[in-house]
């Protein structure tokens, strides 16, 4: 199983992106999905994540300006970031809870990408 992120680079303030991440591989079902990000020195924190539902979640900070949403039949997660600030600025790293079709359940992790805002 892995999955594949892109869509990080550089923006100036107030800018947008467009992170995809991908997942490929042995999968049966894909239940939640999601996007974290990490600064040097802090812990990975959950931006945003989505069920297999439809519901979804978001940090405080990104409300009203981030929108996470699925492609199911892609296996994709995107998150579409708005209104960038200078403290977004960190890797981010999807995350999907996979079962396998061995059966297995796992939590698969992108590589990151970096999200860069400048002021």
């Known amino acids: 199983v892995q999955l594949q992120a892109s869509g990080g680079g550089l923006v100036q303030s107030g800018e947008s992106l467009r992170l995809s991440c991908a997942a490929s591989?042995?999968?049966?079902?894909?239940?939640?999905m999601g996007w974290y990000r990490q600064v040097p020195e802090n812990e990975r924190e959950l931006v945003a994540f989505e069920t297999s539902g439809g519901i979804t979640n978001y940090e405080d900070s990104v409300k009203g300006r981030f929108t996470i949403s699925r492609d199911n039949a892609k296996s994709t997660v995107y998150l579409q970031m708005n209104s960038l600030k200078p403290e977004d600025t960190a890797v981010y790293y999807c995350?999907?809870?996979?079962?396998?079709?061995?059966?297995?359940?796992?939590?698969?992790w992108g590589q990151g990408t970096q999200v860069t805002v400048s002021s």
């Open positions: 591989g042995s999968i049966i079902k894909i239940n939640g």
């Open positions: 995350n999907a809870d996979i079962v396998q079709q061995s059966g297995r359940a796992l939590q698969a």
